[in-house]
């Protein structure tokens, strides 16, 4: 009777373990990452820029076409074919002390930070209408200059957590 018993409990954590697997195969992801199905490429258009760091233009824009389609499912394409546009204004640019010791010759600087703010929006072509967007999304990256650190270290580190809070933000409509 213990085998009998033991074949059952097997039978049963068999059956338990089936049903969990096919379960979970009602959660998945399809091309388009969540997005209305019709949506399958994106155009990164150029960010206007109201900041005196005219470079900024050309990395976030860059830096935007290089990660956010894949990372949301989507392929790139040029504004006329595709399916959504991804466009923004970097709305400020700060780079700042947030560490230091004041010192009658200078402040002696420890750490600074590099802001970036952003309005973006994702729009879907088809159905005339946005999908996602944020007024003011910001991201900040941190370097020590006593230790070696630039503001393109800092600034590079924005541009990353800012990539991030792109797809975050996208990705949290679905």
């Known amino acids: 009777m213990s085998r009998s018993r033991s074949a059952s409990s097997t039978s049963r954590l068999a059956s338990l373990a089936l049903l969990a697997l096919v379960g979970c195969g009602v959660y998945s992801l399809t091309g388009g990452g969540g997005f209305p199905g019709h949506i399958d490429s994106i155009a990164i ?35 006329g074919s595709a399916d959504a546009i991804l466009r923004g204004t970097i709305t400020r640019y700060n780079d700042r002390a947030i560490n230091y010791q004041p010192d009658p010759e200078g402040p002696v600087i420890f750490q600074r930070r590099v802001e970036i703010t952003i309005s973006i929006e994702v729009y879907d072509v088809r159905e005339e209408q946005v999908l996602w967007s944020s007024r003011a999304l910001s991201a900040v990256g941190e ?32």
């Open 45 to 79: 258009l150029p960010l206007d820029n109201r900041t005196t760091q005219f470079t900024l233009t050309q990395e976030l824009t860059q830096a935007i076409a290089d990660e956010v389609p894949g990372r949301l499912g989507l392929r790139p394409a040029d504004e």
């Open 143 to 174: 370097y020590e200059p006593d230790a070696g650190g630039t503001e393109e270290e800092g600034r590079l580190l924005a541009i990353d957590n800012l990539i991030q809070a792109v797809i975050d933000g996208a990705q949290s409509q679905w």
